[in-house]
């Protein structure tokens, strides 16, 4: 599915339908440049779960979860992630296996461990278009 937006608003609103409408155990992988509205998604996800506290990208800490939510939300970010040891450590099959909604921003970094179903959602601008134009494909992957 192929969905434009051309607001940081509307962005939002994407990711909040997708949260309202998400089933204990999806995982969603998230792929976009930097600065290219994954935080601003992730925050509209959060925020259709039931999430009321700020959410911001865990760039440094790899993984931060929600509880207050419907569901347990579990964020990750693994641009710094050195290699998938990194993830066996904090136990990601937990996470990835559990009964909340994952997403992870970067996910081509760890291909080789995500489970054999997720949502691939890919984000990319094209100024052309308006600097706040932003190209949303969403495909089920299935390996």
Same mark, same amino acid.
Request: net charge neutral; hydrophobic share 40%.
């Given at each position: 599915m192929l969905i434009e937006t051309n607001t940081p608003e509307e962005t939002f609103a994407l990711g909040k339908k997708i949260g309202a409408e998400a089933k204990p155990g999806s995982v969603y992988t998230l792929i976009g440049d930097l600065g290219v509205g994954k935080t601003v998604f992730t925050q509209g996800i959060a925020q259709g779960l039931g999430i009321e506290e700020a959410v911001s990208s865990?760039? +440094? =800490? #790899?993984?931060?979860?929600?509880e207050e939510g419907r569901m347990p939300f579990y964020h990750f970010d693994v641009y710094r992630i050195g290699d998938v040891e990194e993830m066996e450590e904090i136990g990601y099959e937990e996470?990835?296996?559990?009964?909340? +909604? =994952? #997403?992870i921003e970067w996910a081509n970094l760890i291909e080789e461990i995500l489970p054999d179903h997720y949502t691939?959602?890919?984000i990319e601008k094209d100024l052309e278009k308006g600097f706040d134009y932003r190209r949303i494909l969403i495909e089920e992957v299935t390996h």
């Open positions: 865990p760039t +440094f =800490t #790899i993984v931060q979860v929600y996470y990835f296996y559990g009964d909340g +909604f =994952t #997403i691939r959602i890919t």
